[in-house]
């Protein structure tokens, strides 16, 4: 498709569980970013990796989180030893590294995570 | 510490009139801002914004101000449409190419 798609669309998990969510980037995009929006709050900046460079981690919570990217393309978070806080919408969004506004970025739908 | 505030959670305003968003900011290294719409089950797309070289931007029915010495930016929308009604995020960033940070969201309800 041609736009950010992002999988799962819903997971509903036990706490103490890990979680795997996955992000497809729009094509030629090399900058990928990682947010989560928990209820009632605003986009939180969790991590952003750009081409081959060392990927901006400060937004992580703790070592529970982590993020991979293939090169230019997917990218997967996991969440470890899940807690109840961890519940929100993790949102994936994509730009091209030389858009002339570099802070556009395109959004997937979201992967809404309930941590029971 | 939140960078970016948008106080006010909610607003509705009747179609044809204006909408007005808020949103303040603290850091001012920020120079580039932005503002997004986000529709239930959708996630935000971009919709207009204004670096800190302009204090106006705008963009058929979409304006932003920016108001550097005050740190407080606002969207207007006028006429305002029913289609309008979503969550209107602000976000900002230091020279365009950092991550955004955004606000907390206002819901904008437009009535028919």
């Known amino acids: 498709g041609a ?21 497809d980037p729009i094509s030629g995009h090399t900058a990928l970013y990682w947010y989560r929006q928990r209820l009632g709050q605003g986009l939180e900046f969790l991590i952003y ?5 060392a ?29 109840q806080e961890d519940s929100a919408v993790y949102l994936c969004a994509s730009s091209a590294r030389l858009a002339p506004k570099a802070g ?11 941590v029971l | 510490d939140q960078q970016v505030k948008q106080n ?11 909408s007005i968003l808020n949103c ?6 920020f120079d580039y801002f932005l503002w997004y719409k986000k529709y239930p089950a959708e996630g935000p797309t971009f919709l207009i914004s204004i670096s800190s ?14 108001n550097k010495s005050a740190k407080h930016l606002s969207l207007h929308i006028v ?28 819901r904008l309800s437009v009535i028919a």
Not at chain 2, 24 to 29: E, F, I, L, R
Request: charged share 25%.
């Open chain 2, 53 to 66: 070289i302009k204090d106006k931007n705008e963009d058929g029915r979409f304006t932003v101000f920016l």
């Open chain 1, 55 to 83: 990927p901006d981690k400060s937004g992580l919570p703790s070592d529970r989180f982590s993020a991979e990217r293939t090169g230019e393309s997917v990218s997967t978070l996991t969440i470890q030893r899940t807690q």
């Open chain 2, 24 to 29: 303040d900011y603290t850091n001012s290294m």
């Open chain 1, 3 to 23: 736009g950010v798609s992002q999988s799962p669309s819903n997971k509903v998990t036990e706490k103490g569980k890990d979680v795997e969510l996955r992000c």
């Open chain 1, 104 to 114: 556009e970025l395109f959004f997937g739908e979201g992967s809404r995570l309930t």
């Open chain 2, 79 to 106: 006429p305002s449409q029913p289609g309008d009604s979503a969550v209107y995020f602000c976000a900002a960033s230091v020279k365009g190419n950092t991550p955004l940070v955004f606000g907390k969201g206002t």
């Open chain 2, 8 to 18: 006010s959670p909610s607003l509705s305003v009747q179609e044809g009139r204006i």
């Open chain 1, 49 to 53: 990796f750009q081409g081959n460079s």
